[in-house]
């Protein structure tokens, strides 16, 4: 049985983690880039709209960031063959450069936060944190199928 102080605890250590690397991420102008151009790397040819919803941001910021990295020349923005009317983002051979780079820099930094640690205990902590983000999900799909739909109450009671 799981003890109340325990997930207390847990919690208290996940915010202070979450909240050290968010200030980290506002400390450097280009994080969320740099999230971009990660997203993009994984999903070469994806539209703005989708880049977006990967991302869980508005699309707007995606269409701006986009045009940024565009000048930049880390990205091409091109129609989208399926439909002209779109269009799709890919990466450069500038942009993967700087993909290499930064996360060469951040390999370098979080080897320094687990320097003095052993394999066994990076090793379970790695195993922790995916154990947790799998039942996390699995609770909030349940959640989620719990729910009762949404939709606007017609009279006499019902849903539309």
Do not use: C, Y
Not at 4 to 28: C, I, P, Y
Not at 100 to 112: C, D, I, K, Q, V
């Amino acid at each position: 049985m799981t003890r109340r102080t325990d997930v207390e605890g847990l919690v208290a250590a996940l915010f202070t983690v979450n909240a050290s690397m968010t200030r980290a991420a506002k400390q450097r102008p280009k994080a969320s880039e740099l999230r971009l151009l990660q997203v993009v790397a994984q999903h070469e040819g994806s539209r703005p709209s989708e880049l977006a919803e990967l991302l869980g941001v508005d699309r707007s910021l995606v269409t701006r960031q986009l045009r940024d990295l565009e000048d930049e020349g880390k990205v091409t923005v091109s129609p989208d063959p399926r439909d002209g009317r779109a269009f799709v983002a890919e990466l450069t051979e500038q942009g993967r450069q700087q993909i290499a780079e930064l996360t060469e820099f951040g390999m370098r930094r979080f080897e320094s936060f687990v320097a003095d640690w052993d394999e066994a205990e990076i090793r379970e902590l790695t195993r922790l944190l995916w154990k947790f983000e799998t039942t996390k999900n699995a609770v909030a799909r349940q959640q989620d199928q719990q729910r009762p739909e949404r939709g606007r109450r017609r009279r006499g009671g019902t849903t539309s």
